[in-house]
């Protein structure tokens, strides 16, 4: 795809911002002299939180808003804009997509982790891939009442043979944890 440029409306014309979430701005644009301008790239700055943002003269901005509002227009009330594949450094406008506020924070809550830190490779892990399959087994013959429901003290009961926590189990019941194990 290739790199499409567009003025930034708020800034009256000074500055504009790429598809591929780059800032710029003309630093020889005259209007009596017939020559193509010279352009200043802005340097981005990687926050605390992990998004990106960029200082101008003209103010401050959370690049990936930035980005959105100019190709995309302003954001409607009670939504956001969140990165597709969850990289807060990836600005591209492909890579951007408008989500209810809710739908943001119930993501940021309850999102799954990156595939490099699934299942034992995750900082709180406190079984390993093994003990899931166990698990996992466990579940598939616990007796459940005519709703589908584990019938009462089922979890309790594997998880007290299995010596892990009733918490891990439930977690792995619901599809919390480990559901990349089956």
């Not at 301008?37 to 605390?48: A, D, K």
């Not at 960029?54 to 954001?75: E, I, K, N, Y």
């Not at 804009?81 to 591209?92: E, F, I, L, M, Q």
Request: overall charge positive.
């Amino acid at each position: 795809m290739a790199e499409v440029w567009k003025l930034v409306p708020s800034t009256g014309g000074h500055l504009e911002v790429s598809t591929l979430g780059r800032v710029r701005k003309a630093i020889n644009r005259s209007p009596t002299k017939a020559r193509q301008p010279q352009w200043h790239l802005y340097r981005t700055y990687e926050r605390p939180d992990g998004l990106v943002s960029v200082d101008t003269s003209a103010g401050a901005w959370l690049l990936h808003r930035l980005v959105w509002t100019t190709f995309r227009g302003p954001l409607a009330p009670g939504m956001a804009v969140v990165h597709r594949d969850g990289d807060k450094t990836n600005c591209a406008l492909r890579n951007l997509k408008q989500v209810s506020q809710y739908e943001s924070v119930s993501t940021k809550l309850t999102g799954r982790p990156r595939p490099e830190s699934a299942g034992s490779h995750h900082p709180r892990a406190s079984i390993d891939e093994a003990m899931a399959r166990k698990i996992h087994a466990r579940l598939k013959t616990a007796p459940r009442k005519p709703n589908g429901h584990f019938a009462r003290g089922a979890l309790k009961k594997i998880a007290e043979d299995l010596d892990v926590g009733r918490h891990v189990v439930m977690g792995v019941a619901r599809g919390d944890t480990w559901h990349h194990v089956a």
